[in-house]
């Protein structure tokens, strides 16, 4: 068994000209994929390093563009993403343990692949090597991969933002705080599809908030609603306080667990709405 110890950099929407729209099937488009193959001792046994061509988000967002320092003539020269990942699941192997810097990974490669149609790639084996460290740490708040490389004492001898450069870091890492003792191996697959149907069943809950004035406390009538995914908006019209009330319905996902939270606020009719 292999730990794949990998990292994926995105292309997303950017407004480039009037009319254009993000995809709603698609928020992130993986433009690279970076890997590195990890032995039962933790030993490096292989690299992966690939660009994929954008088909969804073509011209590179700028924000990505300055940090990741790929630009639109690099990736229009990728490789398809059926062809990349038909490439990384040969390289994977049968037998792999998938890890990752947090959840943002595995989850883009899933919906990605979801996306495309591709649907070879085993999620039922996986290592969040960011909460073994926060565990190690007692942390509640997420650390970035260039802290902890910095805490740790890890020589820094190639930029960040690159998909293989920080899989190699976040393997350096790993070698640092895994404990052959514990298993941190979970399946993410069945946890993915179980909060998906967390969040559908909250999604259904979360326009049935009602309005409370937050001068008075008092009940206050809805008088516009805006649904949009995971977030709910309801404005009404305090009379006795002679105040506008917005209303924010939010889901959140918090150590561990999904929930609806809400709150109410004072609001100029001039505001926008989120």
Same mark, same amino acid.
């Given at each position: 068994?292999?730990?794949?110890?990998?990292?994926?950099?995105?292309?997303?929407?950017?407004?480039?000209?009037?009319?254009?729209f993000a995809n709603s099937n698609l928020k992130n488009e993986i433009i690279q994929i970076?890997?590195?193959?990890?032995?039962?001792?933790?030993?490096?046994?292989?690299? /992966? &390093? !690939? +660009?994929?061509?954008?088909?969804?988000?073509?011209?590179?967002?700028? =924000?990505?563009?300055?940090?990741?320092?790929? #630009?639109?003539?690099?990736?229009?020269?990728?490789?398809?993403?059926?062809?990349?990942?038909?490439?990384?699941?040969?390289?994977?192997?049968?037998?792999?343990?998938?890890?990752?810097?947090?959840?943002?990974?595995?989850?883009?490669?899933?919906?990605?692949?979801?996306?495309?149609? /591709? &649907? !070879? +790639?085993?999620?039922?084996?996986?290592?969040?090597?960011?909460?073994? =460290?926060?565990?190690?740490?007692?942390?509640? #708040?997420?650390?970035?991969?260039?802290?902890?490389?910095?805490?740790?004492?890890?020589?820094?001898?190639?930029?960040?933002?690159?998909?293989?450069?920080?899989?190699?870091?976040?393997?350096?890492?790993?070698?640092?705080?895994?404990?052959?003792?514990?298993?941190?191996?979970?399946?993410?697959?069945?946890?993915?599809?179980?909060?998906?149907?967390?969040?559908?069943?909250?999604?259904?809950?979360?326009?049935?908030?009602?309005?409370?004035?937050?001068?008075?406390?008092?009940?206050?009538?809805?008088?516009?609603?805006?649904?949009?995914?995971?977030?709910?908006?309801?404005?009404?019209?305090?009379?006795?306080?002679?105040?506008?009330v917005r209303h924010i319905s939010r889901i959140t996902h918090k150590n561990g667990v999904?929930?609806?939270?809400?709150?109410?606020?004072?609001?100029?009719?001039?505001?926008?709405?989120?």
């Amino acid at each position: 068994m292999n730990y794949i110890v990998f990292d994926l950099e995105f292309n997303m929407f950017f407004k480039f000209k009037e009319g254009s729209f993000a995809n709603s099937n698609l928020k992130n488009e993986i433009i690279q994929i970076g890997a590195v193959k990890l032995n039962e001792k933790l030993e490096t046994i292989g690299e /992966f &390093d !690939l +660009l994929i061509k954008p088909v969804i988000y073509k011209r590179m967002n700028p =924000y990505v563009k300055k940090k990741t320092n790929i #630009n639109t003539s690099r990736v229009v020269k990728g490789t398809p993403f059926h062809e990349a990942i038909e490439s990384f699941k040969l390289w994977l192997g049968n037998e792999y343990i998938l890890c990752a810097w947090g959840h943002d990974d595995i989850l883009g490669l899933r919906q990605n692949c979801l996306f495309f149609g /591709f &649907d !070879l +790639l085993c999620f039922d084996k996986f290592i969040n090597i960011q909460q073994i =460290y926060m565990n190690l740490r007692s942390l509640t #708040n997420q650390p970035s991969l260039e802290s902890v490389v910095e805490e740790l004492e890890i020589e820094i001898s190639s930029p960040f933002h690159d998909a293989l450069n920080d899989a190699a870091y976040t393997s350096d890492i790993f070698r640092k705080v895994y404990d052959f003792s514990e298993n941190p191996i979970i399946n993410w697959e069945k946890e993915q599809m179980e909060n998906e149907l967390i969040i559908e069943e909250l999604t259904t809950q979360i326009d049935k908030a009602e309005i409370g004035c937050p001068g008075c406390g008092e009940f206050v009538p809805k008088s516009r609603e805006v649904t949009k995914k995971k977030r709910y908006f309801a404005f009404g019209y305090c009379v006795q306080c002679n105040i506008q009330v917005r209303h924010i319905s939010r889901i959140t996902h918090k150590n561990g667990v999904y929930s609806i939270v809400s709150n109410n606020t004072i609001y100029n009719t001039d505001q926008v709405s989120d």
